[in-house]
């Protein structure tokens, strides 16, 4: 995976939060909440990065839509057409 960074670098360190290590990152670098998210051991480099979409994750997706849907739709109305 190849892209060009949007802001400059951000230099940090790892630190303890419980039994895990962790990195603190500032609000403009962060994911939106509740996202689900991989992270991959390359060499010395951890990628973090959100998690792809699939077709298993389609009925989810659906499920979120309902918040947005309102009403009933309305029925079709089939018009007659002039076909000459």
């Keep these: 995976m190849s892209h060009t960074p949007s802001l400059p670098p951000f230099v940090t360190r790892q630190f ?22 991989v992270v991959i ?12 979409k699939t077709l298993g994750d389609i ?3 659906f499920h979120a839509l309902n918040d947005y849907f309102v009403g009933d739709r309305p029925e079709f109305e089939e ?3 002039n076909w000459s």
């Design 16 to 37: 303890m939060a419980g039994n895990s290590p962790a990195v603190r990152i500032p609000t403009n670098m962060a994911f939106p909440p509740k996202t689900e998210l």
């Design 41 to 52: 051991r390359d060499g010395d480099r951890i990628i973090v990065e959100p998690k792809e």
């Design 59 to 61: 009925p989810k997706l």
């Design 79 to 81: 018009t007659e057409r």
